[in-house]
C-alpha cells in the first residue's frame, strides 16, 4: 500500500506527458472540421487510424481523469462509504464514456 | 486512546488547505483550478462524446447537436471548455516541470503561474477567432 501513492503519482505523469501531442492534435482537427459540412466531416474522420486514435486519446484520458478524480476524493472525502460510493461512481463513468465513444467509433466507421 | 481517535471531535477535523481562512494568491489559486479544470473536463467528456455519436447516427441529429451547441448558452459552454482544455494542459505541463525539477523557485512559480493564465486566455481567444472566420 506504500507505493500505490508512488504509482499513482508516475501513472499520472505518464498519461499527462501522452495526452499533449493528443490535445493539440485533437485541438487543431476540431478546429479544421468545424468549417466542413457533415459529408466532409464523415470523409475526414471515417479512416481507421483517424479512429483508433480517438479510442487511444479516449482510453487515456479516461485513465487520467480517473487518476485526477480519485485523488480530489482521496483529499476531501473523509467518510469510507462515501468514498467508495464516489470511486464506483467513477468506474461507471469511465465505462459509460468508454462504451459511447466505442459505439460512436463503430458507427463513423460503417458509414 | 481509540476512542478519542474516533471520537466526533477527531472525525469531522477540519480539511487541509483550510479555505475558508486561506488569503488569495496565484499559488493556491492555480491549485485549485487545476482541480476544477479537471472536474470540468470530465463531465464535458459527456458533451464531446455525445457529439461523436451524433456524427454516427447521421446528418440529422448532428445537425441539431450543432443547433444546440450554436445557441448562447452552448456557445458559451464550449468556449468556456476551450478555456478549461487550454488552461489544464498549459497548467499541467507546468506540473510536469516540476516533476523534473524545473521552475521551483518562489519567483519562478509566480511568473510560470501568470504566464499559465494569460497563454490559455490567448489560446482561447485565437481557437474561436479562427473558427469563426
Not at chain 1, 487518476?67 to 483529499?75: K, P
Not at chain 2, 474561436?128 to 472566420?133: A, D, G, I, N, T
Request: glycine fraction near 6%; proline fraction near 1%; hydrophobic fraction near 50%.
Amino acid at each position: 500500500m506504500s507505493n500505490s501513492g508512488r504509482k499513482k503519482w508516475i501513472a499520472q505523469k505518464y498519461s499527462s506527458i501522452a495526452l499533449i501531442p493528443l490535445i493539440a492534435y485533437f485541438l487543431l482537427k476540431i478546429l479544421q472540421l468545424s468549417s466542413m459540412n457533415y459529408e466532409q466531416i464523415i470523409t475526414e474522420t471515417g479512416t481507421i487510424w483517424f479512429l483508433v486514435l480517438v479510442l487511444i486519446f479516449t482510453i487515456i484520458g479516461l485513465f487520467h481523469m480517473r487518476l485526477g478524480l480519485h485523488e480530489i476524493i482521496e483529499d476531501y472525502v473523509q467518510n469510507e462509504i462515501m468514498k467508495n460510493i464516489s470511486f464506483t461512481g467513477i468506474n461507471i463513468f469511465f465505462i459509460a464514456i468508454l462504451g459511447l465513444v466505442s459505439v460512436s467509433v463503430l458507427l463513423i466507421f460503417l458509414n | 486512546m481509540y476512542i478519542i481517535y474516533k471520537s466526533e471531535f477527531f472525525m469531522n477535523n477540519p480539511l487541509s488547505p483550510h479555505l475558508q481562512i486561506y488569503r488569495w494568491q496565484i499559488t493556491s489559486v492555480l491549485s485549485i483550478l487545476h482541480r476544477i479544470t479537471g472536474v470540468v473536463l470530465s463531465l464535458g467528456t459527456i458533451i464531446l462524446s455525445v457529439w461523436l455519436l451524433c456524427l454516427g447516427l447521421g446528418e440529422t441529429y448532428f445537425n441539431f447537436f450543432n443547433h444546440l451547441i450554436s445557441s448562447f448558452i452552448g456557445r458559451t459552454i464550449m468556449i468556456g471548455y476551450t478555456w478549461a482544455v487550454c488552461f489544464h494542459t498549459l497548467n499541467g505541463i507546468r506540473h510536469l516541470g516540476w516533476d523534473y525539477g524545473y521552475g521551483l523557485e518562489l519567483i519562478a512559480v509566480k511568473i510560470t503561474g501568470w504566464t499559465v493564465i494569460l497563454s490559455s486566455l490567448v489560446m482561447t481567444t485565437i481557437i474561436w477567432f479562427l473558427s469563426v472566420l
